[in-house]
Nanobody, 121 residues
């Protein structure tokens, strides 16, 4: 079993920066991927960014140039650095974990509870 926890969400203003953090613990495979998803009210959950244990990354087109995902120094941690935040970035952000690195965009097995990010105008 793997436990996933994310934190760092809060209310910010347009143009602000925010960093979300995620940690996976328990029976984690050495080769893995940590992904960041978000779900806004009335919308489907979408993959925002992901990073493999080897450092390979994926960012959805809408956040390229503003968001950066990277691995932390501690094992099985990842961060999502969000800059130039917009109201449309308002959502609950979830961290998810998958074993293996065959895909950064699917196959996630374990999920955190989510952390709310609100960008106010």
């Amino acid at each position: 079993q793997v436990q996933v926890e994310e934190f760092g969400g809060r209310l910010v203003q347009i143009g602000d920066s925010l960093r979300l953090s995620c940690e996976a613990s328990g029976r984690t495979a050495n080769n893995n991927v940590l992904g960041w998803f978000r779900q806004a009210p009335g919308k489907e959950r979408e993959l925002v960014a992901a990073v493999s244990s080897g450092g390979t990354t994926y960012h959805v087109e809408s956040v390229k140039g503003r968001f950066t995902v990277f691995r932390g120094t501690a094992k099985n941690t990842a961060h999502l650095q969000m800059n130039s935040l917009k109201p449309e970035d308002t959502a609950v952000y979830y961290c998810a974990f998958r074993s293996g690195v065959t895909s950064l965009r699917s196959g996630y097995e374990y999920w955190g509870q989510g952390t709310q990010v609100t960008v106010s105008s």
